[in-house]
Every structure is written in structure tokens, then in C-alpha cells.
């Protein structure tokens, strides 16, 4: 390896919204996540609601006329 052209390593702490901390080490000091495995749909089998209004809604509503006609 050459010397002076890799970046620091650290010791760090990542944590997620959830309040999950992973002890592990990489070049950020401090890194927080959104997600993590204790607290994502795929690892924990639990649906979780992401999307607000859905996307037929917001169609239905995007191509419906005023008077009630669809335009698709």
C-alpha cells in the first residue's frame, strides 16, 4: 500500500432513527441512518406505511376532469 493516499479510519458509531447503535469502524466519525436491519420491512416481516396518499389516488386524481370524466 502506498503511504499518505488512504483516508483515516475510525472507530465509529452508527445509529439508526429506531434507536439501533452499531459499533464498527470507517472513515466518518458519526454516521446516521434511516433504516437499519433491526428496523427494515425485509428483515423484520412487518409491512410498514411509506407512502402517505397512494399512487391510485393521486392518479385518479391527476387524470380525472373536473366533471368527473376519465381522461385515461
Same mark, same amino acid.
Given at each position: 500500500? /502506498?503511504?499518505? &493516499?488512504h483516508p483515516?479510519?475510525?472507530e !465509529? !458509531? &452508527? %445509529?439508526?432513527?429506531?434507536?439501533?447503535?452499531? #459499533? !464498527? +469502524?470507517? !472513515?466518518k /466519525?458519526d &454516521? +446516521? &441512518?434511516e433504516?437499519? @436491519?433491526?428496523? #427494515?420491512p425485509?428483515f423484520?416481516? $412487518?409491512? %410498514?406505511?411509506v407512502?402517505?396518499e397512494? +399512487?391510485?389516488? +393521486?392518479?385518479? /386524481? $391527476?387524470?380525472? @376532469? $373536473?366533471d368527473? $370524466? %376519465? @381522461?385515461?
Amino acid at each position: 500500500m /502506498k503511504p499518505g &493516499i488512504h483516508p483515516e479510519y475510525y472507530e !465509529t !458509531t &452508527i %445509529r439508526c432513527t429506531c434507536g439501533n447503535e452499531i #459499533h !464498527t +469502524r470507517a !472513515t466518518k /466519525k458519526d &454516521i +446516521r &441512518i434511516e433504516t437499519c @436491519s433491526a428496523c #427494515h420491512p425485509l428483515f423484520t416481516g $412487518k409491512a %410498514r406505511l411509506v407512502d402517505t396518499e397512494g +399512487r391510485v389516488q +393521486r392518479f385518479m /386524481k $391527476k387524470y380525472t @376532469s $373536473k366533471d368527473g $370524466k %376519465r @381522461s385515461y
